[in-house]
């Protein structure tokens, strides 16, 4: 059951589509619909379910549109309630698909053997302290998407008609935002939201550190000077600068948050885990689910990793166990 109006014109060309995401708290995810002087473009699609589809071709058809007549979709993120849709679309006759290189080889690398690539994240979580079964989150995840392949992949810094495209690795290693030539407009995909923190997680031993790239990216975009943010979940909204700064200021707080819990013995991210509050309410660790558990442990790492970079904690690795400590303790 909707409980929100399905599409609001923004002005300049801009259709925002409100994709239903059942069951989730995030409710709906946005689907950007632009008027092109080659034909319409829409950014993000929504997960591969029926509601969904019925609910984009409504939004399309109360505005004189049908699916056929989009003519690129561009997909900020390979993550499935954005990217899910995307080959029920190419099969419906929307001509180019168009998303940045790294997360096709994401989507490419996840899709082709979920089953292995949950395994080795479950695993890899458990070396860092927790072990829960999150096999039915991960199975209704893969219901609800299916590989597609782009027709043109992205490195960022391209022309796509009116936008341009800007590489905000992070959240994922291919995230894009687009900058709206016309309207001065960024539509942020799931980089900068208002209220929920993006997540930014460590998955897999890749020896990356996607909470720098991700600040990193936030300045990128701040850089931009965008008048006005079109996010992929929530309410679009004005003030660029004042959420990328909230953005800065939150997980400068969670960082020290994390360094109050190290000390000379090492300790794995989920024992600190445990030790933080989450979410906007404070909650306690055993008050989320195990599949948030698992998000939690992962966040927890991405600013264990973030630090490591930097010289402030040193990893050691045992056998099944993965331990973090202050170097200052040497
Ligand atoms: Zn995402
Ligand atoms: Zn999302």
Redesign the pocket.
């Known amino acids: 059951m909707i409980d929100f109006s399905p599409t609001t014109p923004r002005g300049n060309g801009i259709l925002q589509i409100r994709l239903p995401m059942a069951g989730n708290p995030l409710r709906y995810i946005n689907g950007y619909l632009l008027e092109d002087d080659d034909g319409l473009t829409l950014i993000d699609a929504g997960w591969k379910a029926d509601d969904v589809l019925a609910a984009l071709r409504a939004g399309l058809h109360a505005h004189g549109y049908q699916l056929s007549d989009i003519r690129r979709l561009l997909i900020t ?1 390979c ?1 499935f ?2 990217y899910g849709l995307a080959a029920t679309l190419r099969r419906a006759g929307v001509g180019a698909l168009i998303m940045h290189r790294l997360d096709w080889q994401l989507a490419r690398d996840h899709l082709s053997d979920p089953a292995e690539i949950d395994r080795k994240a479950d695993d890899w979580i458990a070396r860092n302290g927790l072990r829960v079964d999150v096999s039915l989150d991960e199975e209704l995840m893969h219901n609800r998407t299916e590989l597609a392949q782009p027709t043109r992949e992205l490195e960022g810094g391209e022309r796509i008609g009116r936008l341009r495209a800007l590489w905000t690795p992070g ?2 290693p291919g995230h894009l935002c687009f900058i709206d030539e016309r309207s001065g407009a960024i539509f942020s995909g ?1 980089h900068i939201l208002d209220p929920v923190t993006p ?1 930014v997680g460590v998955w897999r031993d890749t020896g990356t550190d996607p909470l720098g790239d991700y600040i990193a990216s936030l300045r990128t975009a701040a850089a931009s000077r965008a008048s006005f943010v079109f996010p992929a979940h929530g309410e679009p909204f004005a003030d660029l600068e004042r959420r990328v700064d909230e953005l800065l200021a939150h997980e400068a707080e969670r960082e020290g948050h994390v360094i109050g819990q190290l000390g000379s013995a090492p300790r794995t991210a989920a024992a600190i885990a445990r030790a933080l509050p989450w979410t906007r309410r404070n909650r306690d660790f055993t008050e989320l689910s195990a599949a948030h558990q698992q998000f939690a442990v992962a966040e927890t790492l991405a600013h264990l990793e973030h630090l490591r970079v930097r010289g402030v904690v040193v990893r050691k690795e045992q056998p099944d166990s993965i331990g973090y400590r202050l170097t200052a303790a040497d």
């Open positions: 993120h993550h309630d954005h959240h994922t799931d997540h």
